[in-house]
């Protein structure tokens, strides 16, 4: 659909039109369940279009399932007694977090994050149900630094641990912020690893002392140490690298927080009301209010993470007809709850926009996009300045090459929760929540389109609006 009339004049929206942001959409950390408010129904739509917990790894064999027992029986969880389940690349089950109830089996503080490694091949798995943004991030530095040792480990034993930190339970914002690094503390069921370090141990005893060989019992309990561990000269078995920095994040404690680290600088963005707000090293932190679209927006803007509104990639890549389609397609629930979605063609919904005229003039959303876009054609930029608080978001998109712009474009979303396409692809527990509010044939309406727009090339779409 391009964006055209009806029309209201762009200058004046810029200083009239200002969008109230309303409440939070922040939602919990979890992914939806079948157990969730939007129904079994709903949320088997969105399984069967692989929307929600996605790109699951299967697991069939008996000796994984039995290798996963150990891990949750080290853990003082239940074995599951489920013959096959799904697991994600951090070992998460959604089966066996129902079959035990707990969606946060593998996270019950909401910090120093649990794993559970079957093989290798969870390393391009997604993470699914996580309450911090960069657990992905960190699993996938864990996977890269360590692929020898997890890829000889996994061959006779399961690998689990924590994701370590400095901090026990999360209370108030500093504790967030004296995070800094996480350290992967690193077990194996069968101690593979344990008694690969006590073969190096012999063997390097073997090497220095001249009377070592003399030993039978020491040769002895090498040779059954080698059954187990292997070749340790072959195969390196201990991990090289468990240590990772803790950068830029988002959380779902108090509600959604950001936080963004700069030189010099930590950034946190967040409701006023979350504990330590503003009272957490304040000579160290800047603190805004999730709610002050101004400040956000400058913030973003002064530290680079904001890619400006030029014609040099608005022209090319569809994002401000994007942008107006998500908003019609917004304002169409809104003023007929219940409409039927499923005709919703190019012809269709032109036709009910020149029958509605004057409701979009007076929403302003796709005439200030329309009025941007001819501004754009004319003079290839646009002047932001001359924009009230809100109606930036609409423009704005993080900067490609900046290492927070997934993290930027989540944020982005909490301001244009009518994106439904955006909110799905970097802010999916905001997604889902929406989700669960929508009726029936809208939901329908809203898989539609995720698959037609999204599903059919992910990387193709995120290159195309987002330069990612």
Not at 73 to 88: C, M, Q, V
Not at 302 to 331: K, N, V
Request: aromatic content about 10%; hydrophobic content about 40%; proline content about 5%.
């Amino acid at each position: 659909m391009a964006l055209a009339a009806p029309e209201t004049a762009i200058h004046g929206f810029y200083h009239q039109q200002n969008l109230r942001f309303g409440a939070p959409l922040f939602p919990l950390a979890g992914e939806m369940s079948p157990r969730d408010r939007g129904g079994a129904s709903a949320v088997k739509r969105l399984y069967d279009t692989e929307l929600i917990y996605g790109r699951l790894l299967p697991v069939t064999q008996p000796h994984l399932i039995e290798r996963y027992n150990k891990a949750l029986k080290a853990f003082a969880l239940p074995e599951t007694k489920l013959e096959s389940f799904d697991i994600d690349k951090s070992g998460f089950s959604p089966q066996i977090a129902d079959e035990l109830n707990d969606p946060d089996y593998l996270d019950p503080n909401g910090v120093n994050r649990r794993f559970i490694i079957l093989t290798p091949s969870q390393s391009t798995l997604p993470v699914m149900h996580t309450q911090f943004s960069n657990t992905e991030a960190l699993m996938y530095e864990f996977f890269t630094a360590n692929a020898r040792a997890i890829n000889a480990l996994t061959i006779k034993d399961v690998i689990y641990g924590e994701i370590e930190d400095n901090v026990a339970i999360v209370d108030d914002i500093e504790d967030l912020l004296s995070i800094q690094q996480v350290e992967f503390n690193v077990l194996s069921a069968d101690d593979v690893l344990g008694k690969a370090a006590e073969l190096r141990t012999l063997v390097d005893r073997l090497k220095s002392e001249p009377d070592a060989w003399r030993d039978d019992a020491m040769l002895e309990h090498m040779v059954d140490l080698a059954k187990i561990a292997g070749d340790i000269r072959e195969n390196r078995l201990v991990p090289d690298k468990v240590v990772f920095r803790h950068d830029a994040f988002w959380t779902s404690h108090f509600g959604g927080c950001y936080v963004f680290n700069d030189e010099k600088t930590t950034t946190v963005i967040c409701d006023s009301d979350a504990p330590g707000f503003r009272r957490s090293r304040p000579w160290q932190v800047s603190y805004i209010s999730i709610r002050d679209e101004a400040r956000v927006y400058r913030f973003l803007a002064e530290t680079g993470r904001l890619d400006p509104p030029r014609a040099s990639w608005l022209e090319t890549s569809g994002f401000l007809e994007h942008r107006g389609e998500m908003a019609i397609r917004a304002l169409l629930r809104k003023a007929e709850p219940g409409a039927v979605f499923d005709r919703m063609d190019a012809v269709w919904l032109q036709t009910w926009m020149h029958r509605n005229a004057q409701l979009i003039a007076e929403d302003g959303i796709y005439p200030f996009l329309n009025g941007v876009k001819r501004e754009i054609a004319q003079t290839g930029r646009i002047e932001i300045g001359r924009i009230a608080d809100h109606p930036r978001f609409l423009l704005a998109r993080g900067r490609p090459e900046h290492k927070d712009a997934w993290l930027v474009n989540r944020l982005i979303t909490e301001y244009v929760p009518s994106d439904f396409v955006s909110r799905y692809v970097f802010n999916k527990q905001g997604f889902y929540k929406d989700y669960a509010g929508y009726d029936d044939r809208f939901r329908q309406h809203v898989v539609e389109t995720l698959k037609t727009t999204y599903l059919t090339d992910k990387a193709a779409f995120r290159k195309r609006l987002y330069g990612l």
